[in-house]
């Protein structure tokens, strides 16, 4: 019974890796973090409110992501603490304060916002927090001469 308990699980699991890229789950590489996500199913919820919230902004000479190229120019052993800092900017400041009288791109923006999470709570179990404090705090000089320099 154990035998066959086993197998099924092995098979379940086999067949789950297999379908991922079906089911429109991706795999997130940062640097020694692998994250996997329904990039899919974000995708969609962005693409049915992209045109009302696009036709929102007025201020179309400004660019907060130029490309998504310059984000690959991130290095890897750099890449899981970017994301970290994005996602929080994403749920801390964008995702809070966007307002809107549309129910349905409310409630899009709410489903991406709680992907976002899922992606950050899932994060979080591959970051080792005193680890990530100690290597912030040792490179402050880094954030100092880069605020000096800034005109």
């Known amino acids: 019974m154990k035998g066959s308990s086993f197998s099924l699980c092995l098979f379940s699991t086999v067949f789950l890796l297999l379908m991922l890229p079906s089911l429109g789950l991706k795999r997130l590489h940062l640097g020694s973090c692998v994250l996997s996500m329904n990039f899919q199913e974000m995708r969609n919820e962005f693409l049915e409110i992209k045109g009302y919230v696009q036709a929102e902004d ?5 660019r907060i992501l130029k490309s998504s190229e310059a984000l690959q120019d991130t290095k890897p052993t750099e890449r899981c603490c970017f994301f970290r800092h994005l996602l929080r900017f ?51 000089d880094i954030l100092l001469r880069w605020i000096e320099k800034t005109k």
């Open 58 to 62: 007025g201020n179309l000479d400004k």
């Open 90 to 140: 994403y749920l801390d400041r964008v995702f809070k304060n966007y307002q809107t009288t549309n129910h349905h791109i409310r409630r899009k923006v709410s489903s991406l916002a709680n992907s976002f999470l899922g992606i950050k709570k899932e994060l979080r179990l591959c970051l080792d927090a005193q680890t990530a404090v100690v290597k912030a705090l040792g490179e402050l």
